[in-house]
């Protein structure tokens, strides 16, 4: 069974940086794309960065400049490094991934909380 697990949410003030990272284990054959989305209160759920398995990366235009998405092949982790972050970052931050192992799936992990105080 795959499992997504992530780590590194909290608490940070308006202009700090915070890292989060999301590793896949379980029986995969291959990741293709790897991504992190956000959902804040009231909000729909959408894109903050992916980046695929030939290592293109696409960012939502809030965070371009500030966040950056890499990726790890040897471990099946992607981290999502935040920068300069403002109030308006606060969300939940749920990483997902399209990757193969008997069939080919899409997986979301649980989810961290990310606030930045004003």
């Known amino acids: 069974q795959v499992q997504l697990v992530e780590s590194g949410g909290g608490l940070v003030q308006a202009g700090g940086s915070l890292r989060l990272s999301c590793a896949a284990s379980g029986i995969i054959f291959s990741i293709n794309a790897m991504g992190w989305y956000r959902q804040a209160p009231g909000k729909q759920r959408e894109l903050v960065a992916v980046?695929?398995?030939?290592?293109?990366?696409n960012y939502a235009d809030s965070v371009k400049g500030r966040f950056t998405i890499s990726r790890d092949n040897a471990k099946n982790t992607v981290y999502l490094q935040m920068n300069s972050l403002k109030p308006e970052d606060t969300a939940v931050y749920y990483c997902?991934?399209?990757?193969?192992?008997?069939?080919?799936?899409?997986?979301w992990g649980q989810g961290t909380q990310v606030t930045v105080s004003s």
């Open positions: 980046t695929s398995s030939g290592g293109s990366t």
């Open positions: 997902n991934a399209d990757l193969s192992t008997f069939a080919r799936k899409n997986y």
